[in-house]
């Protein structure tokens, strides 16, 4: 018998991460019910279809919440404390972890429109986002 | 179910630096101490449920603890959900009970991140650690410093609940901190990550606690000394990651005490004395008014009636709480309720007839409630 050797299927993780690699911001959305989310996954958390697409964010978002990191907990941010961390919230409505860009010390800027905006850090593109527009 | 089951002896290990011991050398000391404080025999105990270590999860856990006991439980295992896992464990065991699958439960938990591994706390968050999105408080930040956006300033209460902990944990001989914190020393503590302070955070914390856990009726035919009988239970799990909160400050903690209430008959107005778990002081502020203490954004008015220290409005965590008695993950907590029920409290609250206990554990993820009466 002779062995077939398949290539190995991406998860969608790996697809997520490949389209950031080259400076897009997908997410998924389910075919079945319409929701759209992140992070990637296999089924939709909303009705448990497998049915669904990824499409590309348009880049506006806003800021759900935000923190300023005081301790480097991983030890590659050591050289850069304080360094802030948010939640926000995409136009079409999956959330996400990303950095603020130009964030003033004092300002609350939840509920505040950002733009995406990628950034060379760690070998790769990071999605972050700049907060007073382009 | 009210009042069907009792804590019937509790048990614990120092607390602080326990060095050279494994967990299941501190779950053991726990449950001896346990079983020795309900007067009853090993023979006599049927079942183990155990919340496997926060620091260093392994499997069948569960087992290996009764193995090193040479018990085999009727019933009994591992249940996890982070720290609501002890309470949860405990309504289970009497729920277990009360169907007949068991007598006598042992209930225990152990961790030492102090002097072994810390791993699970400052753990980095998958794909998103080249953001620098890395450990468990700075998940309870980003949901204080929501919290603060939509219902005004946390330094007041936050204070509040930080300095009556630390007062009853300097009363109390086993606190691992026994250091009274003043205004002035919380306002300077530093960020860690703000908006949480050092003086927000929980210790770190080696030990252990168990209880014994069997039916009213047992334990009167026993002649057990102080069963404090167990009146209500309940839990809810949040589960979503912090981010993907459609509301950042809303848990199901609100849920799980309702359970708790309605099965004890009770309203908050009734309880005399809470143990809330106090990870970070912004859990306590979210658990009092998910509980309906107060209406949500109002619980800083119970400081200037008096606030959380015994003698005033609501006292909390008698013990010293996570923040001053041990950072342990939770079952400490119960101890202290016990104590309060039975009286012996080194922070006695006066005629205190229930007290609430809450549990939770990862980011807010999991939650659970007890109601312990006389
Ligand atoms: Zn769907």
């Known amino acids: 018998m002779s062995k077939t050797v398949e290539a190995p299927a991406s998860t969608p993780a790996e697809t997520h991460r490949a389209a950031l690699d080259d400076r897009r911001l997908t997410y998924q959305r389910c075919r079945s019910c319409e929701q759209a989310w992140l992070p990637a996954r296999e089924e939709c958390p909303k009705c448990w279809s497998s049915d669904w697409v990824w499409e590309e964010a348009s880049g506006k978002a806003e800021v759900v919440s935000w923190v300023v990191y005081h301790t480097a907990f991983d030890k590659r941010f050591a050289g850069h404390l304080p360094y802030n961390v948010a939640v926000v919230q995409l136009a079409e409505g999956p959330r996400m972890v990303t950095n603020l860009i130009d964030l003033s010390e004092g300002e609350d800027v939840i509920g505040q429109a950002v733009t995406l905006a990628f950034e060379e850090e760690f070998d790769r593109p990071l999605p972050r986002f700049k907060l007073r527009g382009p | ?374």
């Open chain 2, 1 to 374: 179910m009210r009042g069907k089951a009792v804590i019937a002896g509790i048990g614990q290990t120092a607390f602080g630096k326990v060095p050279g011991r494994s967990t299941i050398s501190l779950n053991i000391e726990a449950c001896r101490k346990a079983v020795a404080d309900a007067g009853i025999e090993k023979g006599a105990v049927d079942a183990l449920l155990v919340k496997v270590p926060t620091s260093r999860v392994e499997m069948m856990y569960g087992q290996t603890l009764a193995e090193a006991m040479q018990l085999r439980p009727r019933f009994g295992g591992v249940f996890d959900q982070g720290g609501a896992s002890n309470i949860s464990m405990i309504a289970i065991a009497a729920m277990a009970i009360e169907a007949g699958q068991c007598e006598v439960a042992l209930v225990s938990l152990a961790d030492n991140p102090r002097t072994g591994s810390r791993h699970a706390y400052e753990k980095v968050w998958g794909d998103d650690a080249d953001f620098g999105w890395s450990s468990v408080v700075a998940g309870y930040a980003m949901i204080a410093r929501r919290y603060a956006h939509d219902y005004g300033n946390i330094d007041d209460v936050n204070a509040a609940i930080a300095i009556a902990a630390r007062k009853h944990g300097a009363a109390n001989p086993n606190a691992q901190l026994k250091l009274p914190l003043t205004r002035d020393m919380y306002d300077q503590s530093p960020w860690v990550v703000e908006p949480l302070r050092r003086d927000d955070c929980c210790l770190v914390s080696d030990g252990a606690a168990a209880v014994v856990v069997m039916s009213a009726e047992r334990a009167r035919k026993l002649g057990i000394k102080a069963p404090v009988p167990i009146l209500g239970f309940g839990q809810g799990n949040t589960s979503d990651a912090v981010p993907l909160r459609e509301d950042l400050t809303t848990t199901m903690a609100g849920g799980s005490a309702k359970t708790a209430f309605a099965m004890a008959g009770l309203k908050p107005k009734d309880i005399d004395v809470a143990q809330i778990y106090d990870c970070f002081t912004i859990t306590v502020l979210m658990t009092l008014e998910a509980y309906g203490f107060t209406p949500k954004g109002r619980l800083r008015d119970f400081i200037e009636e008096g606030g959380f220290e015994v003698g005033g409005k609501l006292p909390l965590n008698t013990s010293g709480g996570l923040l001053s008695e041990t950072g342990m993950p939770g079952l400490q907590l119960v101890l202290e309720g016990v104590r309060q029920m039975r009286g012996t409290s080194t922070s006695q609250v006066p005629g205190a007839r229930n007290c609430i206990v809450s549990n939770q554990g990862g980011i807010m993820h999991t939650h659970s409630t007890l109601i312990l009466g006389q």
